[in-house]
């Protein structure tokens, strides 16, 4: 990010990694420390109300927030032990005010979601790219905050303009006889931005650039920590948007639009994710199933927070309303979700579908799971575990091991459990659990749906495999 052109190529002055040294290295004045995280928690807290559902997530999951001069501006550094540090340096976040902050701060967010979905290491060595990133997230910025301008600092604006840039492109390729494309063209997706710039006889260098942009070892940062970070925000965003929050359905719709289909890995970031379900249609790649979509929205409505805590600020109450808990929730005890999830052994289960469902839950904050597999008995397995299928199918195992009249190796089911996600081919004597609406039946091909029209009929689905 752009916002001190003193420093820019100046190495970071010590590891950015090293929360001990961030700390102790000069530290600003008690008063710029307190006011600084201030403005910080005040920004966030207005992602998460209203403004960007994903930076909210994200943030969420920094769970280290340091103020520190080590960093002339501001950064989310994807360390090597799966931590994602928030570094910021106070005295700019006072100068920015909290209208700068949460520019910055956007900013950033925005930054690690481009990383995740364009992580190819050509397009990321290439300057034009970089500038790029800062056109079309600082153009995201102005639009998604409401803003005509970029934050000022000392009076003046900070960053890169999208505007002056485009300005720079028009010149040049007219000055080359060619037709440049009109500013909400050019602006249209992250990719457009890139392609333009590259028609350019002479693509402007950014003259200021992000701290992890400077410095080669954030830069690189480290991919699947930011990789786990970032899919994880999207995911939680779009359990957000299934379950009604309007903030969260634009937002990933927007960035969808801006991205999918732009780049292959991009395309296969947002069809892993299934949320082409939010638009309603597959995406290009086809790899989103209606299936998919009707298990995120069954699991949204299963594992909604019904007897949230209050919290005792006004504003918390209002977020546990909107279904969705960034910062705050870390305040207060609200119990984890238990989702089961048991895969029936006794009949092949279809990786695809597997590696789909062990990679969903995973991503989903507030949800311990519970992997069982079953055949004639139920076994515990951990995701990952190869599981073995032996004779028989008894659902009535499952129902009896999770309520909780059996046990496995002298160990019971000690939790209460608020869904369980059966996977099986539906061919064994039916059954009748003690609470049907938390069961959801997911009916591999070819096999027997009969929990769709039992009495009481319960939450099933036919799944594909793919091989269409
Ligand atoms: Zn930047």
């Given at each position: 990010m752009a916002y001190d052109t003193t420093t820019v190529g100046h190495r970071p002055v010590v590891d950015l990694t090293d929360r001990r040294a961030l700390e102790s290295w000069h530290p600003a004045a008690p008063d710029v420390v307190a006011e600084a995280r201030r403005l910080k928690e005040a920004a966030?807290?207005?992602?998460?109300?209203?403004?960007?559902?994903?930076?909210?997530?994200?943030?969420?999951?920094?769970?280290?927030?340091?103020?520190?001069?080590?960093?002339?501006?501001?950064?989310?550094?994807?360390?090597?032990?799966?931590?994602?540090?928030?570094?910021?340096?106070?005295?700019?976040?006072?100068?920015?005010?909290?209208?700068?902050?949460?520019?910055v701060l956007f900013h950033e967010a925005r930054h690690l979601v481009h990383r995740h979905l364009f992580a190819d290491p050509e397009l990321r060595a290439d300057p034009v790219f970089t500038l790029a990133a800062e056109v079309a997230i600082n153009h995201v910025a102005l639009v998604r905050l409401g803003r005509k301008e970029l934050p000022q600092l000392d009076g003046r604006p900070t960053g890169v303009d999208p505007r002056e840039i485009h300005r720079d492109y028009a010149g040049d390729l007219t000055a080359q006889g060619l037709e440049p494309l009109g500013y909400d063209a050019f602006v249209e997706t992250d990719m457009t931005v890139f392609s333009e710039l590259k028609r350019m006889r002479q693509p402007p260098v950014p003259t200021v650039s992000c701290v992890h942009l400077t410095d080669p070892e954030t830069a690189d940062g480290d991919q699947p920590t930011l990789?786990?970070?970032?899919?994880?925000?999207?995911?939680?965003?779009?359990?957000?948007?299934?379950?009604?929050?309007?903030?969260?359905?634009?937002?990933?719709?927007?960035?969808?639009?801006?991205?999918?289909?732009?780049?292959?890995?991009?395309?296969?970031?947002?069809?892993?994710?299934?949320?082409?379900?939010?638009?309603?249609?597959?995406?290009?790649?086809?790899?989103?199933?209606?299936?998919?979509?009707?298990?995120?929205?069954?699991?949204?409505?299963?594992?909604?927070?019904?007897?949230?805590?209050?919290?005792?600020?006004?504003?918390?109450?209002?977020?546990?309303?909107?279904?969705?808990?960034?910062?705050?929730?870390?305040?207060?005890?609200?119990?984890?979700?238990?989702?089961?999830?048991?895969?029936?052994?006794?009949?092949?289960?279809?990786?695809?579908?597997?590696?789909?469902?062990?990679?969903?839950?995973?991503?989903?904050?507030?949800?311990?799971?519970?992997?069982?597999?079953?055949?004639?008995?139920?076994?515990?397995?951990?995701?990952?575990?190869?599981?073995?299928?032996?004779?028989?199918?008894?659902?009535?195992?499952?129902?009896?091991?999770?309520?909780?009249?059996?046990?496995?190796?002298?160990?019971g089911f000690e939790e209460i459990p608020d869904a369980v996600v059966m996977l099986t081919d539906g061919y064994a004597p039916h059954i009748t659990p003690a609470e049907p609406d938390k069961w959801i039946w997911l009916i591999t091909p070819g096999g027997n749906d009969w929990p769709d029209h039992h009495t009481p009929p319960m939450a099933c689905h036919r799944v594909t495999t793919g091989d269409r």
């Open positions: 966030l807290l207005d992602f998460g109300l209203t403004e960007s559902v994903v930076a909210s997530w994200i943030y969420a999951k920094c769970h280290h927030q340091i103020p520190t001069t080590a960093v002339p501006t501001a950064a989310v550094v994807a360390s090597g032990d799966g931590s994602c540090p928030l570094l910021y340096n106070p005295g700019f976040f006072v100068r920015l005010g909290l209208e700068g902050v949460k520019f990789d786990e970070t970032v899919s994880s925000a999207l995911v939680n965003s779009l359990l957000a948007a299934r379950r009604g929050h309007p903030g969260a359905e634009r937002e990933l719709l927007d960035l969808m639009d801006r991205t999918d289909g732009t780049s292959e890995h991009a395309s296969r970031v947002w069809g892993r994710l299934g949320a082409g379900a939010l638009r309603g249609r597959t995406p290009r790649t086809g790899k989103v199933d209606w299936w998919q979509r009707w298990l995120v929205d069954v699991l949204a409505s299963k594992l909604r927070e019904g007897e949230r805590l209050v919290y005792p600020k006004k504003r918390g109450a209002l977020l546990a309303a909107l279904g969705h808990d960034p910062m705050l929730s870390r305040c207060g005890p609200v119990r984890e979700k238990n989702l089961v999830i048991a895969y029936d052994t006794s009949g092949s289960m279809p990786d695809a579908v597997v590696d789909w469902l062990t990679e969903l839950v995973g991503q989903i904050d507030g949800v311990t799971a519970h992997w069982l597999s079953f055949d004639g008995a139920v076994m515990p397995f951990h995701p990952g575990e190869k599981v073995y299928g032996g004779g028989g199918t008894s659902f009535q195992a499952v129902a009896d091991y999770v309520e909780g009249r059996t046990t496995v190796d002298g160990r």
